[in-house]
């Protein structure tokens, strides 16, 4: 669908006006169970109709090769291959993951860019229905919070992806607004403010909590508006560069306000890493989940709004799971895990040298490891998602690898579920495998981080580590209270991470942020946008690719173009159609 048609479709025709129509597959033949007419949809009394078809296209818009969490684009990083069963499968993504072959006709990128724009016609409908009530009405004003922040998460995510993105935050925008609209209105700087114009709504009108955990309260519009400064901050100001030509002193600043800790109270960080990813209502919306996508079960659907965006990452195992083996650890993340004597990562020196030392090896080696490494990725010989049963153990190859290994032999863990929970958590649903468990978009960990990095570029170094180091305090308590405390005595897997003592300068202070950010966060598609945002794309994937290479052969030959790779096309049919009002960006697509 050209962009045009998407966004007249969307915005005129006020597309999936019930909120409950789907670009999912499985709800594809589901009768909407109640709908509005276009004249029905502008009265202020169905606004709140509205606001659940905004908040639905968060669930029912995206699907496996269009996550919203965008696992699918992160593969470009030194975290994750794309996987599958061969180059097949996914081609599109596989091209993009070795920079070669890429065509701005490719479906993946015109998916995710279509999708996105649906989301946003549903939030920008209810916006305009708002825009007839009381204006001073508190209750109107925080449902346009909650919108605003929901506007600012879809041009957020389009703007991590393309760059140069039409923004869609005008009211009441008319066919002939659309056929006018440009990519490049706003320049870089001002895109992004743009987006932090909607946070600041949100902040300043969102309640401190909220009785439906899924609407965002002041902390998420917080962590929000720090990640929003954060990449504003790292400024890209040359239109035909994708080069960070300098970080701004102000927007760090900015970071800094909105991570105030006191902005956070309620908030802390799990004892176990794990509890972040599991689906019990024990866990969920537990103390470190800011703001989460809501997945739901037995909600009297046929399925349930359940979490399909990750069905292909859990391996395929007859008879017990059913998934496609896509987003699989790299082992350059894997050796990242491996810890000194001092407890301290290893940093380049990782995958410099002894590179396979934990290639499929960990369990039983005498390397010393961070067990953060195991709630994040499985590995032969340890238990599948801590499934205690002899056939959920980890082997080499086929069933495990659906390559059989040709993408390697770990398995991302973050989005998987233990298969003992089917029929409570995990569902066959239509033949497809899919979850209730809820994707955290903001953590406590992740303002923790932010935090220090801008402390950081701001040389008030002391205090950035003492940030890091909560985060690895938390890590060594891990080694005896987790879900993974026992895999020393059982796999004979050594651990050994300790906090950072002393005093460093901002170089090394900035270096330790870094990978702290990347051993935390991890599989959490963060990592590729990290680099593209610290400017540091081209040197990590390329030298991941020569590195890599020794063992992932299929990465030989693969090389990541500067000025170029870090974003994505704006995919041809929406240029085409566009009036020759886009602008393609820099690397001669």
């Known amino acids: 669908m050209i962009i045009m048609k998407t966004i007249y479709k969307a915005f005129i025709a006020c597309c999936a006006l019930g909120g409950l129509t789907s670009c999912s597959d499985f709800l594809d033949d589901q009768l909407p169970q109640a709908t509005l007419t276009e004249e029905q949809a502008k009265d202020p009394a169905n606004a709140d109709n509205i606001l659940t078809s905004a908040y639905a296209g968060l669930v029912t818009i995206e699907d496996m090769n ?41 479906w993946n990128f015109s998916s995710i860019w279509t999708r996105l724009y649906k989301y946003l016609s549903r939030v920008n409908l209810c916006l305009n229905v708002l825009s007839n009530g009381n204006q001073n009405d508190a209750a109107v004003q925080e449902h346009i919070a909650e919108m605003r922040f929901l506007r600012a998460y879809g041009h957020f995510q389009l703007k991590r992806l393309f760059k140069k993105i039409p923004f869609v935050n005008k009211p009441n925008l008319e066919e002939e607004d659309i056929k006018n609209i440009s990519n490049t209105e706003y320049t870089n700087d001002e895109g992004w403010m743009q987006i932090i ?60 306000e909105y991570t105030e ?58 008879g017990i799971l059913g998934g496609c083996d896509f987003y699989k650890p790299s082992h350059n993340l894997v050796n990242a895990y491996k810890t000194d004597f001092e407890g301290h990562p290893m940093f380049d020196e990782a995958n410099a040298t002894d590179y396979a030392v934990l290639v499929g090896k960990t369990v039983g080696n005498s390397q ?175 030298n991941f690719y020569a590195t890599e290479s020794k063992s992932a052969k299929f990465l030989e030959g693969a090389q990541f173009v500067a000025d170029k790779n870090e974003y994505l096309p704006v995919p041809h049919e929406q240029m085409a159609a566009s009036n020759g009002k886009y602008t393609q960006n820099c690397g001669n697509w």
């Open 66 to 106: 269009a996550s919203f969490s965008l696992w699918n684009y992160d593969t470009r990083s030194d975290d994750a291959y794309v996987g599958g069963a061969d180059h097949s499968d996914g081609t599109p993504f596989h091209n993009l993951e070795l920079c070669t072959g890429v065509m701005t006709t490719d």
């Open 197 to 256: 114009e909607d946070l600041n709504y949100a902040y300043e009108h969102l309640p401190q909590t909220q009785a439906d955990k899924g609407r965002p309260n002041k902390s998420a519009a917080a962590a929000f508006l720090a990640k929003a400064y954060l990449y504003k901050a790292y400024r890209q100001d040359d239109a035909n560069s994708n080069q960070v030509t300098s970080i701004n002193e102000d927007d760090l600043k900015k970071v800094v």
């Open 261 to 318: 800790l006191t902005l956070y109270r309620g908030y802390d960080l799990e004892g176990d890493l794990h509890n972040n990813f599991r689906p019990e209502e024990a866990y969920e919306n537990g103390k470190e989940s800011i703001w989460a996508i809501q997945y739901s079960k037995n909600d009297g659907t046929n399925y349930g709004n359940l979490n399909f965006s990750n069905r292909l990452i859990p391996p395929e195992l007859e």
């Open 368 to 542: 010393t490891v961070d067990p953060r490494l195991f709630i994040t990725v499985g590995m032969p010989g340890t238990q599948f998602m801590f499934n205690p049963s002899p056939k959920l153990t980890i082997g080499e190859g086929k069933p495990w690898s659906r390559s059989n290994g040709n993408y390697g032999n770990f398995i991302s863990l973050k989005q998987c579920v233990d298969p003992d929970l089917t029929d409570k958590y995990i569902f066959n649903a239509d033949n497809q495998w899919a979850t209730s468990m809820n994707r955290i978009v903001f953590r406590y960990a992740d303002v923790l981080l932010m935090r220090a990095e801008a402390l950081a570029q701001l040389n008030r170094t002391g205090e950035a580590i003492q940030l890091v180091n909560k985060l690895r305090n938390r890590a060594k308590s891990m080694q005896s209270s987790s879900v993974v405390a026992n895999y020393p005595s059982t796999l004979n897997v050594r651990y050994n991470v300790k906090p950072y003592e002393g005093t460093y300068d901002k170089a090394k202070t900035l270096s330790i942020v870094k990978m702290e950010r990347r051993l935390e966060l991890a599989m959490e598609c963060e990592r590729f946008f990290d680099l593209v945002r610290w400017g540091e794309a081209a040197s990590v994937i390329n």
